[in-house]
């Protein structure tokens, strides 16, 4: 019997129970999901999600998969730039926050591919993309080393991935950010989507999340190679980035 503990925001919870405990963060949060982050950040996630679009610099014809995709603000843009002859897979392991994109699409009357899959056992063949994407999810997996593993697997050589998420703020911010996640964000939580605790779960969950420089050697460790990272408005989000090799 598997008794590993591992972390769940501040909380420590047996390895097999996470998954389903972050399903519940989402089915919870779905609905609001994007007036939330639009709420929370001031509008700021909409300009970091355009400068990680531009390091992705999908082509007309490339395949692309984006990985806890959610409610499509990527897929979206990204199915402009491969056109059509290239290909935009929008996938999440919550089924929950894949109907609110996929349905999204649908009446901007874009149609992709959108399917529920598991980052840490991807249902894709070897070498198959020339760009991954994950936004604001890799911090929520419970085997982040297996999932960015899975990434580098199914990306063609000389492809790229990149992640976009929260990371280490910038220690002079470090009091006031604090103040604002642990108190603002449930509050908003609370008054905005009827959930104080997810809220406050995804608060955790960044603080739990490797710092930049760790990031960058796990997608090291994950055989991807030319990996740099971009710090944005002080720290609070980074992009990392990172090539597989011939």
Not at 42 to 62: E, Y
Not at 196 to 217: C, F, N, V, W
């Amino acid at each position: 019997m598997n008794d590993k503990k591992i972390d769940f925001g501040f909380a420590q919870v047996p390895e097999a129970e996470k998954a389903s405990k972050v399903a519940g963060v989402f089915d919870s949060v779905a609905r609001r999901y994007d007036l939330m982050n639009d709420i929370m950040s001031g509008g700021l996630h909409r300009l970091w999600k355009r400068f990680a679009l531009a390091r992705v610099a999908a082509r007309p014809g490339m395949r692309v998969l984006d990985i806890a995709g959610g409610t499509g603000d990527l897929a979206r843009a990204m199915v402009k730039d491969v056109g059509p002859s290239g290909q935009v897979w929008l996938t999440d392991i919550n089924l929950s926050m894949l109907k609110v994109g996929r349905d999204r699409l649908l009446d901007e009357g874009l149609v992709l591919p959108a399917t529920v899959c598991d980052a840490e056992a991807l249902p894709f063949e070897d070498g198959y993309f020339d760009r991954v994407t994950v936004a604001f999810g890799l911090r929520n997996m419970t085997h982040k080393g297996q999932a960015l593993s899975e990434m580098a697997r199914v990306l063609k050589p000389g492809g790229k991935l990149m992640v976009l998420e929260f990371s280490r703020v910038n220690k002079s911010l470090e009091p006031t950010y604090d103040w604002y996640s642990f108190n603002v964000l449930p509050w908003l939580g609370r008054k905005v989507a009827n959930d104080e605790d997810s809220y406050r779960y995804l608060a955790e969950s960044i603080r739990m999340h490797p710092d930049q420089e760790t990031l960058k050697g796990m997608m090291q460790e994950a055989g991807l190679s030319r990996v740099q990272y971009f710090n944005l408005t002080a720290g609070i989000v980074a992009v990392h980035e990172g090539i597989k090799m011939l």
